[in-house]
């Protein structure tokens, strides 16, 4: 089965996936849970619990698997491991490359932000395209591809929400375990816009910011708010990355 994409984030789909087939009956959850923390970095002068500090401006991005609930209670234990392998390690691995970072994974999904470097609402909009259509063209074809082990998975389908904004960087959790997390309009507005059906929406704010930008056409919803296909996504090719190529799947 040959798909469009990056071959590395192909290879990572894939590997995640087969490990998952053949692991994901004994599952190690402990191990599980453990690769998926993640932390806030250049924040280590919050001490206390409470003690916080202002982000001037971010982008908050936000991805959801949609109707994940009852897709994990039709699936069962097995197969929504096999989703969230394939799922949350590509998608973390996009926010990277594009210089975000992971500030949570949500179960069904991962809130990120970026904040550093130049233009990080840029950054934040190719990457939730990439993100499309990685779900579509790879995650989804890999599904399709694991048939022939009588695995029988359903399509994904996810949303994105993007805001950029000021928030707060707040020290919270326990002694055991503290971790930082920002909180903010941008982050709430986010998660709201993220509900769609393989879309990307995001405020009036951001738009201001990528109307100009290479990258797809945008139709206003209405509210302050706008929203994108991600099949309408015009994707510029990231700088040394193998994007846009022909993979066959069985050559992994």
Known sequence: MMVIGDKEITQLVMNRGMRAIKKGKDLDKVAFARELVSV???????????????????????????????????????????????????????????????????GDGLFALFREGSQPFTRAYWCAGYMMHTVDSIINSFFKYIEALKVNMPQLSCGVGLDIGGCFAVKTGSKKYAVITPYGDCINNASKLSDGEMVIKFTNGFYKFVQYVDGGSFNYLGDEKWIMSWKHFRFPTPENSTWNKEIDLAGI
């Open 40 to 106: 806030l970095e250049g924040f280590e002068d919050l001490e206390k619990f409470g003690d916080y500090r202002r982000i001037e401006q971010g982008v908050a991005l936000i991805i959801d698997i949609r109707d994940s609930s009852n897709r994990a209670a039709q699936l069962g234990a097995y197969k929504t491991y096999i989703t969230i392998e394939c799922f949350l390690p590509a998608m973390a691995k996009l926010v990277a490359f594009f210089g975000g970072t992971v500030v949570q994974f949500t």
